[in-house]
């Protein structure tokens, strides 16, 4: 079933259901006041017929006239029933041979007053107290004008709520239809999109209601989508073109090498070659490796708790070890009192591997010029600023050094195979982490990376 149709149905169910307790309301209401109005008629009836039979000889011969003449004006199948003290029938004798229970008689003496309904009558009595005795008056009748307005005002009711239930069903199935119309255009436009063409874009509305709100976080994830795509396809395009690289020179200087008989010095200077195109193919497979680790969800990672500065420090001295010319100095500012402030939960050898990626670049880059390695502490985050004076990054490549495999033109140079940047920023996104470059071509650049504090 149909969103639109279960909307309908829904709409149409509530406004019925408050439509009957409407109506039921109305006919009871309608229906207590019919009959409080009877029995209040037969309440007059029975003093009528008390003042008639019972006050004859005490009151004006003019208001003897007047109960007498109310009493004359009968309701249809009225009784009116006088019992004396031994429940016998007195004063009124008529053709209708009807007598009320001897518990109604009784119920009323002790109460004083009854009233009550048997089928269609309605009946109603008083105890009065007179001169010549004590009395039992009953009155009952049939209230045929009361009993045709309800059954009329019944089937008004009823009729009527089966138009509106028609209409109800019709209308509302016109709203929900008008209102799902943007989602029947979502739905259309998001059919339209395939992985050609994920630069298109849902229509966003209005801006403001929740489907203006659903096509926005949906264009955000195009957007997501789109650039993993152009990312995936950057990479497999740029690590074919890498990994093929180092091959090709392996297998070109083995075929070379195998051509003729060649001299130990020769053979020695091939396989030396082999050699380097072998350490850089390994460091090219550990740096991919590294960045397939570092796009999973951190949650499934083993996480500890670490000193960021002995980490850092750490890693210093690895990259120290590895390029000995190196001239890294490191800092520590606002330090706090509590080393444990000090603490992250993370991965130390995701971290060290990013840290000295970015220590490294800044040595090669500069041409182990100094390098300035800072941590500065705050309550609620560590930032470490890394600045190198070397050949800085032109303005149209920086936007792009931090994608995998990519190199900025005047970085050529340099032995790499522009992992490193990329790797180590996904390493600080996955910590919770962000990495910013400030640079100036031909002076230098500082890498900033911020980690909040938990």
Known sequence: ??????LTLLITFVISLLLVVLNLYIYSISKSYSWNDFFYRLRERTYAAANVYLEEDEVSEKIFQEFQKKLNVKIPGEIIRIYDSLNHPAFLKDSVHSDFPVSVIEKTRIERSFHGKDNDTFIYGIYYTDNQGNFVILASA?????????????????IGFFISLFFLFFIGRLFTK??????????????NITDTNLHLRLSEGNGKDELAELAINFNRMLERIENSFELQQNFVANASHELRTPLT????????????????????????TILEEAERLSKLSDGLLNIAQASVDINSMKLEYIRIDELIEESKNIVQNQMPQSKMELSFVNMPDNSDDLLILGNKNLLMIAFENIFENANKFSDNKNVKIELVYSPEKLVINVSDTGIGIPDKDLSNVVQTFYRAENARQFSGSGVGLSLSQKIFLLHNGKLSI?????????????????
């Not at 008008?178 to 059919?191: D, F, G, R, T, Y």
């Open 178 to 191: 008008k209102m799902l119309n943007p989602v029947n255009e979502i739905i259309k436009q998001v059919s």
């Open 438 to 454: 400030q640079t100036e071509l031909g002076k230098g650049t500082i890498v900033t990376i911020m980690l909040k504090l938990s």
């Open 142 to 158: 049939i209230d045929e004008i009361g009993d045709a307005k309800l059954k009329h005002l019944r089937n008004v009711l009823v």
């Open 1 to 6: 079933m149909k969103i639109k149709t279960k």
């Open 249 to 272: 020179s392996i297998i070109g200087n083995i075929e070379v090498s195998l051509s003729r008989q060649r001299s130990n010095d020769e053979y020695k200077t091939i396989l030396k």
